[in-house]
């Protein structure tokens, strides 16, 4: 099947700093990803729509100042948790839609954020 | 407001035993997707169902979709610890590629 990397696996950071999260989609073009948080014991909840060449769609409540997005080639997006907060401490999951696939969604191994 | 509810959140079955996972929503979806986690990795896709009344079978998994496509059920036959995550469907639209997730169903098989 298709396969969706990430990177880093895991990353501490500190209060304040910046973090870039990878998603690579292996061996198919992904005109969209989608980006995911996931706490402790809950669901995976949609934060946003990336769309290759174009700007990202952030589902409400989710600050798009906070988590950049971008989606520069039909294999990469990134999202970016500017200036970290222990908050913002989760598991984050990407997905990325395979266009000959309807609408199948092949998720990354997801990123484990911690914040200090 | 979860739009897709499952039911049980939580269940601890002995193995060899057979249990039932439902996927309820008031929406109608264009497809509905199952998955399961495992602690630390990213949902692995089981089945995706799209005809109203369908249903697939995955070895001793049975998923359903319910006819007016508003929900789905999961069928567990003989579990094994292997069978032990977290289970979720995600609901999809046809105007949109976005997936809705459930609110999951915890599920430990016990040797």
């Known amino acids: 099947g298709a396969v969706v990397s990430q990177h880093p696996s895991r990353v501490i950071c500190k209060s304040g700093t910046s973090v870039k999260i990878e998603c690579r989609s292996l061996?198919?073009?992904?005109?969209?990803m989608f980006w995911y948080r996931q706490f402790p014991k809950q669901s995976l909840m949609l934060m946003a729509t990336?769309?290759?060449?174009?700007?990202?769609?952030?589902e409400q409540g989710v600050e798009k100042d906070k988590f950049l997005i971008n989606h520069a080639s039909l294999t990469l997006s990134t999202l970016t948790v500017t200036s970290a907060h222990p908050e913002d401490s989760s598991f984050y999951i990407c997905?990325?839609?395979?266009?000959?696939?309807?609408?199948?969604?092949?998720f990354g191994p997801g990123t484990r954020l911690t914040v200090l | 407001t979860q739009l897709l509810e499952q039911s049980p959140q939580f269940l601890s079955i002995q193995e060899g035993e057979n249990l039932t996972v439902y996927c309820n929503s008031s929406?109608?979806?264009?497809?509905l997707q199952w998955y399961r986690q495992e602690p630390g990795e990213g949902p692995v896709l089981l089945v995706t169902?799209?005809?109203?009344?369908e249903v697939k079978k995955l070895k001793r998994l049975t998923f359903q979709f319910g006819d007016a496509r508003k929900d789905s059920s999961l069928h567990i036959t003989a579990a094994q610890p292997g069978d032990t995550g977290l289970y979720l469907c995600?609901?999809?639209?046809?105007?949109?590629?976005?997936?809705?997730f459930g609110s999951g169903t915890r599920l430990l098989v016990r040797p």
């Open positions: 997905s990325a839609r395979d266009g000959q696939a309807a609408d199948t969604q092949y």
């Open positions: 061996d198919f073009q992904a005109t969209t």
């Open positions: 990336s769309n290759e060449g174009s700007k990202a769609t952030y």
């Open positions: 929406s109608v979806f264009s497809s």
């Open positions: 169902v799209v005809t109203g009344g």
């Open positions: 995600a609901g999809a639209r046809s105007s949109s590629y976005k997936l809705i």
